[in-house]
């Protein structure tokens, strides 16, 4: 089996959230062959040009990659694995923390049209379309963020993408909206972990209340101006966050869940002019690594 190919165990796994193989005109045949060719795609960051003769024809896989982007089969796909990976116990709940990460945009990822991209055969926007197109500048140039929640076991359990010079505190919010695993048996999908961990960038009052009301209990450290701002007003400034250095240790969990999404040069450097096909581009590099045993 070639290097970096899903193993017959990882397509087993995959294989019964797929789209059905045979309709629309037999559109959707060889998806295994395909899917390879994507992931060998991010795997190496090679333009979609230079995949291998052994994949098949290169547009093939650039516009199943495109369209299941643009539509949410992608999400729908993640989604799933989640949900199986929750049934069989594979997730830690116990810590969930929350970070971003930078990654350098190619000056192929600039250039994108202005007019506004289609669900191909639909007349509406991709579900993950950004009119930036998540695309920002900074003194290095164009940059994207990826902001995400991993859990214990070093694997992201949500995901969204902005432009590179947007901060982390407003984020907070919307990465842990969209942490959302089902329930194969039925009822409510799980949203809520037992504990959340951040860094000093996502300490602010709005954060907070949101995870008190929510009943999430948190370690996130008070950078010093907010302290000395607290403490400046007296009673009405509040009572002093917790902290506990012992549980703060564990926030190195989601750096390394990083580390591991940014193995796939694709992720690490953007070379897609749409942020919507980025998106599903870390996405399924987030699918790869559910699906690794």
Known sequence: ??????????WARLKP?????????????????????I????????????????????????ERHRRWSADGTWDKLFASVLADADAEGRIDWSMVSVDSTTCRAHQHAAGARRRPPRVPGKRRKPRQHRHDEGLGRSR??????????????RRPLS?????????????LIPVMERV???RLGGGRPRTRPEHLGGDKAYSSRRNRRYLRRRQIKHTIPEPKNQRANRKRRGSEGGRPAG??????????????????????RAVATRFDK????????????????????
Do not use: Q
């Open 140 to 153: 290095g140039g164009l940059t994207c963020k990826i902001h995400l929640a991993g859990e214990g076991g």
């Open 274 to 293: 749409r942020a919507y096909v980025f998106h599903g581009t870390v996405t399924v590099a987030a699918i790869r690594l559910w699906l690794r045993s």
């Open 159 to 171: 995901l969204l993408i902005t432009p590179g010079h947007w901060g982390d505190a407003p984020k």
């Open 180 to 182: 959302r695993v089902g």
């Open 243 to 264: 902290f506990d250095k012992t549980i703060y240790k564990r926030r190195n969990e989601v750096e390394r869940t990083i580390k591991a999404l940014k193995n796939f």
């Open 39 to 62: 992931l060998y795609r991010h795997r190496t960051g090679v333009p979609w040009r230079d995949l291998p003769m052994r994949f098949g024809k290169w547009k093939t896989v650039y």
């Open 17 to 37: 959230h797929l789209p059905k193989s045979g309709e629309r005109g037999g559109r959707w045949a060889g998806h295994r062959r395909v899917i390879n060719g």
């Open 1 to 10: 089996m070639p290097r970096g190919d899903l193993t017959n165990e990882e």
